[in-house]
């Protein structure tokens, strides 16, 4: 049996790249959680995301995530991303 390992990102970047850059991550796939922190590292949005949902499911995630990003100069962005872990031996 396999072993997964979360392995987490942290990006900064400014409010008008934000959701450009997301949907590039989530096209790459293996994404676990999305979590939009402000510059004070408060956390604003944490979407959790899981095998097939992706879509019309994500069509409001996007705007709110845009509402978001045009309000703030900077977020960070953290990915947890699920790695296969080889197997031992």
Do not use: S, Y
């Not at 979590?35 to 959790?48: D, G, R, S, V, Y």
């Amino acid at each position: 049996m396999e072993e997964k390992e979360i392995r987490r990102e942290e990006f900064t970047l400014k409010g008008e790249e934000v959701v450009a850059f997301l949907k590039k991550i989530v096209h790459e796939g293996n994404i676990r959680r999305i979590i939009i922190k402000n510059e004070e590292k408060k956390t604003l949005i944490e979407i959790p995301l899981t095998l097939g949902v992706i879509g019309a499911f994500l069509l409001p995630v996007w705007a709110a995530i845009g509402a978001i990003a045009a309000l703030a100069a900077k977020l960070t962005i953290v990915i947890e991303k699920v790695e296969e872990k080889p197997p031992a031996g």
